[in-house]
């Protein structure tokens, strides 16, 4: 695939053959869009699945071997390392390479990079909005990119034919396009998805506290209680990282969060306020259902694709 200013894409590395790292390969592999996608992981197994998936074509534990002559390297680590694995591979991508990541926080990821990339390469931060409480190579698919939205966050110092090429590429994987600043994403995807994830850990762990004087509560955790935890059962390693990493936006939220929580408990507490009560119920209802159907997506199992 070629875009402006000079750039083509015809080899890919993935390093990082996970849920979205895999999931990628995957689709890339189906589109036929490339001619090459490199594997790079540390996990054997990963590794073996993915060529047995057809996701990859050859793959390697050897970083600094698959990166050499890749037209974009896609970054699939957790946000924590993606800077430090990046530096580390610098002397081995060649003039003119793309780098992307597709972390769930983008400030200081892209603010990071941007402080050490010499000037003949050219990142883009992104962020599929894609994913699934499993993870692994095992549990990658072609169809995750769907119709997800898919967020890239340039700013004043990203190459216009980089994040062109870019958006081609992963909109004709079938994604939506959007363009935030990293500020904006971080603070966006706090509320729609690191919240909630915070919630649903949260709420685990009450439940595990009060199953301990009660052990019928477990019997009982099911239907709803299992649909709203779903993600706490999500890679705790990769949801640490992006607590650290997006912190003041996940502050904020649950800062405006607990305003809505006392105002509910306030209205629960007040006699006579069964009125007000309903109105944030349909409030809520009415909300909920106008999200886009793209936003829920299931598969064939009634996994949600959201993140």
């Not at 490339?34 to 073996?48: A, F, P, Q």
């Not at 090429?165 to 971080?186: F, K, N, T, Y």
């Amino acid at each position: 695939m070629s875009g402006e200013n000079g750039f083509t894409v015809k080899k890919v590395a993935i390093l990082g053959l996970g849920l979205m790292g895999g999931s990628l390969a995957l689709a890339l592999q189906k589109s036929a869009l490339v001619e090459e996608i490199i594997g790079l992981d540390r996990n054997k197994e990963n590794l073996d699945l993915a060529l047995e998936k057809n996701a990859i074509s050859w793959g390697t534990s050897d970083f600094t071997l698959g990166v050499r002559d890749a037209d974009l390297l896609v970054l699939a680590t957790p946000v924590g390392a993606t800077g430090e694995v990046l530096k580390g591979l610098l002397p081995y991508l060649k003039e003119g390479c793309l780098i992307t990541d597709v972390g769930s926080t983008k400030l200081k990821v892209v603010e990071e990079v941007q402080d050490f990339l010499p000037p003949h390469l050219f990142f883009v931060g992104g962020h599929p909005m894609a994913g699934s409480e499993k993870s692994g190579m095992a549990a990658a698919k072609a169809e995750l990119f769907q119709e997800a939205t898919y967020i890239f966050t340039p700013t004043e110092k990203t190459d216009p034919g980089a994040l062109a090429v870019l958006e081609q590429l992963i909109g004709a994987l079938g994604c939506q396009l959007v363009r935030m600043s990293p500020e904006e994403h971080d603070l966006a995807v706090a509320s729609v998805s690191h919240l909630p994830h915070i919630l649903a850990v949260s709420l685990v762990n009450l439940v595990e506290k009060l199953g301990q004087k009660n052990t019928q509560l477990y019997r009982l955790a099911a239907g709803g209680f299992r649909d709203t935890t779903r993600v706490a059962s999500s890679h705790p390693v990769m949801w640490r990282d992006i607590c650290q990493s997006n912190k003041e936006g996940i502050l904020q939220t649950i800062e405006e969060f607990e305003r809505i929580l006392a105002e509910t408990k306030k209205i629960l507490t007040e006699e006579n306020n069964q009125e007000i009560l309903l109105e944030k119920l349909q409030q809520a209802k009415k909300f909920r259902e106008s999200i886009p159907v793209c936003c829920q997506r299931r598969d064939h199992n009634g996994t949600c694709y959201s993140s």
